[in-house]
């Protein structure tokens, strides 16, 4: 597992024109997926859209929950 890994929680939200949106925990997880290289991703998010070969993609920084606590009644098994 690499320093810093995020478990708990989501940290980026890409949209691939303006369709469907995934989660990453880690930009790296970008880079793999989509080969877009770490300085790209964070040009993405800061608005310096001057990049023609991403201009499909739009990635949000977020912080989402990866796991929901959902209570459990005990009483009835």
Do not use: A, W
Request: charged share 30%.
């Amino acid at each position: 597992m690499p320093t810093g890994y995020s478990e708990s929680y989501y940290n980026f939200k890409l949209t691939k024109d303006g369709d469907s949106s995934e989660f990453f925990k880690m930009s790296t997880e970008i880079t793999k997926k989509y080969e877009i290289p770490k300085n790209s991703i964070y040009n993405i998010i800061n608005g310096k859209k001057n990049m023609r070969k991403f201009k499909e993609f739009t990635i949000e920084k977020c912080k989402l929950p990866v796991y929901q606590r959902v209570p459990v009644d005990l009483s009835k098994h």
